[in-house]
C-alpha cells in the first residue's frame, strides 16, 4: 500500500486547513481548480516511493502504525526532505489562488428612490371591540409593527386621532423609535368620536414637504366619520394635491361585534353593537390618491393586506443592488511562491552542507 513521508503529510494538511479557513471566509470563483491538489498529494507519494526506493535514511509513516529509524536520523531525513515538502505544499496553495477566493460585499442603493411614510392609525374607543384578538386596537398595533420591520429602509411616521388628531411619531428613520410609538397607541388620550378627516389631514401635512420620490398614507379606521374640523373629501384633496398616495383599510367583521358602550370608572362596559365602516369614503380617498381600498374582516386579512401594501410600494420602483466582489487570490499565489524559493535555497545551502 502507498505510503506519504509524515513531512510531506503535515504540508498537506497544513494546505487543506488553509482551504477549509478560505471556504469558510470567502466565495470560489473556480471552485473546480481545488481538484488540482490531488497533484500534490499525487506529489507527495511519489516523492515517498522514491525516497524510499532509493533506501534513503527517511522515517514515514506506515498504515500499520510502525515508524522506522533513530531519532537522529529522523531529524536529518526531515531537514533533508523539507525543499521537497514545501514544494507539494506550494503546488496545494497554488490550486487555492487557482481557484480564485473573492471576498463579496452587496451593495443596495435605496438612496435615488426613498420612500416616507405615515401610519394613520384610528384609536377610538371602538378599536377596543374584541372580533379580533384580543381587541382590534392591539391585533392592528401588531401587524402594523411587522410591517415596519419589512420596510427597513423607509422613513416612517405614526398618527393617532379618535375625535382629534396627533403626530405620534414624525418621520423618522429611527424604527425603534417608531415601533415604540406603535406599542404607546391607546385609547382614551383624545376626544372621543372618529375623526377620519382629521387623522388624514394631519398625516398629509407629515409628508406635505417631503422630498421623498414617493409619499405613502396608510390610514386604518373601524368606523364612521363623525367628528373633527375637515371632511374626508377635503383631507384626499390635499393629498392629491401633494401626490401623496393613500392606502385605506376598514377594520371590523360582518355584523354585530362585542363592543365599548360605556365606560364606567376605568373600565369600559361592552355589549353587542353593528360593525358600521363607511367604505364609500375610505373608497374614495383611496381612489383620488391612487392608492387602493381593503377591507379586514379578521387577523389573518388584516395581516394579508399589510403584505400586499408592502409588495405594492416595493415593486413600485427598480431598487439598484449589486455585489461588489474582490479578487483574495494573490496571497495565496504569493505563499506558493515564497514556499518554492524557500525549498529551492535551502536544497542548495542548508541540504548541501548536511549530505
Do not use: C
Amino acid at each position: 500500500m502507498k505510503q506519504i513521508l509524515p513531512i510531506h503529510l503535515v504540508s498537506l494538511i497544513a494546505a487543506a486547513l488553509i482551504a477549509v479557513w478560505v471556504n469558510n471566509l470567502y466565495l470560489w470563483a473556480n471552485p473546480w481548480a481545488l481538484f488540482l491538489m490531488l497533484i500534490a498529494v499525487g506529489f507527495a507519494i511519489k516523492r515517498s516511493v522514491t525516497s524510499t526506493r532509493f533506501g534513503t535514511l527517511f522515517a514515514f509513516v506506515s498504515f500499520s502504525g510502525q515508524t522506522k529509524n533513530s531519532l537522529p536520523d529522523l531529524i536529518r531525513s526531515w531537514i533533508a526532505e523539507l525543499p521537497f515538502a514545501l514544494t507539494t505544499f506550494a503546488i496545494a496553495v497554488l490550486a487555492i489562488a487557482i481557484a480564485r477566493p473573492q471576498s463579496s460585499n452587496s451593495i443596495e442603493d435605496m438612496t435615488s428612490e426613498g420612500i416616507d411614510l405615515v401610519l394613520a392609525m384610528d384609536v377610538s374607543a371602538s378599536m377596543l371591540s374584541m372580533d379580533f384578538k384580543p381587541n382590534r386596537l392591539e391585533q392592528a398595533k401588531s401587524v402594523a409593527i411587522d410591517f415596519i420591520n419589512e420596510r427597513p429602509h423607509d422613513r416612517i411616521g405614526i398618527v393617532a386621532y379618535e375625535g382629534e388628531a396627533f403626530t405620534q411619531v414624525p418621520v423618522t428613520s429611527d424604527h425603534i423609535v417608531v415601533k415604540n410609538g406603535v406599542k404607546n397607541l391607546q385609547t382614551g388620550l383624545l376626544e372621543g368620536g372618529t375623526a377620519i378627516g382629521m387623522g388624514l389631514a394631519t398625516a398629509v401635512n407629515r409628508l406635505r414637504r417631503s422630498e421623498a420620490k414617493s409619499k405613502v398614507i396608510i390610514l386604518l379606521t373601524d368606523g364612521v366619520n363623525n367628528s373633527g374640523s375637515v371632511d374626508p373629501s377635503d383631507a384626499a384633496q390635499l393629498a392629491e394635491l401633494n401626490n401623496i398616495r393613500v392606502y385605506t383599510i376598514g377594520i371590523g367583521s360582518v355584523g354585530k361585534a362585542k363592543s365599548p358602550v360605556a365606560k364606567v370608572g376605568d373600565k369600559y362596559r361592552y355589549d353587542w353593537v353593528d360593525v358600521r365602516i363607511d367604505e364609500n369614503v375610505l373608497m374614495d380617498i383611496a381612489e383620488r390618491t391612487g392608492g387602493k381600498y381593503f377591507r379586514a374582516t379578521n387577523e389573518d386579512k388584516l395581516k394579508s393586506i399589510y403584505h400586499e401594501i408592502d409588495v405594492l410600494e416595493k415593486t413600485r420602483f427598480n431598487v439598484l443592488r449589486y455585489q461588489r466582489k474582490t479578487e483574495e487570490y494573490a496571497p495565496f499565489a504569493l505563499i506558493a511562491l515564497l514556499a518554492l524559493a524557500i525549498g529551492r535555497t535551502l536544497r542548495f545551502t542548508v541540504i548541501r552542507s548536511i549530505s
